[in-house]
T-cell receptor, first 109, second 113 residues
Framework: GQNIDQPTEMTATEGAIVQINCTYQTSGFNGLFWYQQHAGEAPTFLSYNVLDGLEEKGRFSSFLSRSKGYSYLLLKELQMKDSASYLCAALDSNYQLIWGAGTKLIIKP | DADVTQTPRNRITKTGKRIMLECSQTKGHDRMYWYRQDPGLGLRLIYYSFDVKDINKGEISDGYSVSRQAQAKFSLSLESAIPNQTALYFC????????????FGNGTRLTVT
């Protein structure tokens, strides 16, 4: 079956760096998305990776290893507003999105 | 104004009632989706539509129906609501390519008592 695994919850300190991991098993692969979702709000797009490597967007970076079925989202210089859930989703061979349950990130002062 | 608008934002209804959730968008996207979100679970796809004449079932379509009234409007109906349909419902749109990101509405929190 198709599956996405990511940690349920993580805690980090304001100003620090945190890495949120995601592993996926899909029938074929056409890329991986990361979304941010604040409590009670809509998910918003952060990044899309289809090739191996690291893509950087300001304080946020996303990494993909297709051979390992693995991605991570790296958040630097954490701010209180980064407290949110981070959703990992992979596109399978039919371009259907397979979603992880999300990682709730708690930022402490 | 929001690009993807869902109404209502909150709804409480009783078991057996028919309810419609509405979604409209100003992004000009052809593709529209309905998802539900439950605590501890990933987003699950209910129905999706790639254009006005194209409607497809998602992984959890039982108990739901949809209507694509226009390119900009996609509504979700629960013909006879049941308590396990209590969830947060999101409408989303995307541009034509599968790798295009989804743009979500603000969600409808539905409670079925």
């Amino acid at each position: 079956g198709q599956n996405i695994d990511q940690p349920t919850e993580m805690t980090a300190t304001e100003g620090a760096i945190v890495q949120i991991n995601c592993t996926y098993q899909t029938s074929g692969f056409n890329g991986l998305f990361w979304y941010q979702q604040h409590a009670g709000e809509a998910p918003t797009f952060l990044s899309y990776n289809v090739l191996d490597g690291l893509e950087e967007k300001g304080r946020f970076s996303s990494f993909l290893s297709r051979s390992k079925g693995y991605s991570y989202l790296l958040l630097k210089e954490l701010q209180m507003k980064d407290s949110a859930s981070y959703l990992c989703a992979a596109l399978d061979s039919n371009y259907q999105l397979i979603w992880g349950a999300g990682t709730k990130l708690i930022i402490k002062p | 104004d929001a690009d993807v608008t869902q109404t209502p934002r909150n709804r409480i209804t009783k078991t057996g009632k028919r309810i419609m959730l509405e979604c409209s968008q100003t992004k000009g996207h052809d593709r529209m989706y309905w998802y539900r979100q439950d605590p501890g679970l990933g987003l699950r796809l209910i129905y999706y539509s790639f254009d006005v004449k194209d409607i497809n079932k998602g992984e959890i379509s039982d108990g739901y129906s949809v209507s694509r009234q226009a390119q900009a409007k996609f509504s979700l109906s629960l013909e006879s609501a049941i308590p396990n349909q209590t969830a947060l419902y999101f409408c989303a749109t995307s541009a034509g390519q599968g790798s295009s990101p989804l743009h979500f509405g603000n969600g409808t929190r539905l409670t079925v008592t």
